[in-house]
C-alpha cells in the first residue's frame, strides 16, 4: 500500500481500485490504560454512526484479553464505495479528532471479499531463513549463469555482461526460484512450533 497504515487510517485514503466485494476494515487501537471507559463510550457512538451509513453492512467493537489495552473496531461495507464515503465523511473526521488524547497507537487494516472471513493469514517464519534461501538461490543461478552461458560472451562488454547477469538473475529469483521453493519449503520458512 502506497499510504503508511497509520495515514490511511487518518485520511480515509480511497482504494486506487474500486472493489465491487465486501470490504472489511480493522482499526486496532491502544487505549491509555486510565481512558479506557471514555474509549468504550467513544467507540460505542462512532459505530452506531458508521452503521448508518449506507452500505454498512455491520460494525463492531472487540475488547482486549487480559493485560491488554488494544481495542479492534470492525467495520463491514458492501464496497470501496460505501466505505469511502464513510471514511471522508465529517462525522469520522470529527470522532477521529475526540479520539486522539484516548489512545497511544493505532494500525489499519483493510481485506476484501468473502476469503478474508475464511482464511487466516500466515504468520512468517524466522527470518534468517528466508534469507538463507535467498542466498542458496542466488548462488545456484550465479553459478550455473557463470558455467553456461558467461563462457559464450566473452566478446561482448563487461557492462552488458554484468546486465544481463542481473536481469537474468532477477527474473528467475523473482518468477521461478522463490515461488517454488518457497512452496516447496514452506514448511521449514514457517514451522509451527516457532
Do not use: C
Amino acid at each position: 500500500m502506497s499510504v503508511p497504515l497509520l495515514r490511511r487510517a487518518r485520511s480515509g485514503a480511497a482504494s486506487a481500485t474500486p472493489n465491487a466485494e465486501p470490504v472489511t476494515v480493522t482499526v486496532a487501537r491502544v487505549v491509555r490504560p486510565d481512558r479506557r471507559e471514555a474509549f468504550e463510550r467513544w467507540a460505542e457512538n462512532v459505530l452506531r454512526v458508521a452503521a448508518r451509513f449506507p452500505g454498512n453492512l455491520g460494525a463492531s467493537l472487540l475488547h482486549p484479553g487480559p493485560g491488554s489495552s488494544e481495542y479492534h473496531l470492525v467495520y463491514r461495507f458492501q464496497d470501496d464505495e460505501s466505505l469511502a464515503a464513510w471514511e471522508w465523511s465529517a462525522e469520522r473526521r470529527t470522532a477521529l479528532a475526540h479520539v486522539e488524547s484516548i489512545v497511544e497507537q493505532e494500525r489499519y487494516a483493510r481485506v476484501t471479499g468473502l476469503d478474508s472471513f475464511f482464511t487466516r493469514p500466515v504468520r512468517p517464519g524466522p527470518r534468517w531463513r528466508l534469507t538463507v534461501l535467498t542466498i542458496a538461490a542466488v548462488f545456484a543461478i550465479t553459478s550455473l549463469l557463470q558455467l553456461l552461458v558467461t563462457p559464450h560472451l566473452t566478446s561482448w562488454p563487461v557492462g552488458l555482461r554484468l546486465l544481463l547477469s542481473a536481469v537474468v538473475v532477477v527474473l528467475l529469483l523473482g518468477h521461478v526460484a522463490m515461488p517454488a521453493l518457497t512452496r516447496l519449503l514452506a514448511g521449514w520458512l514457517r514451522p509451527s512450533g516457532d
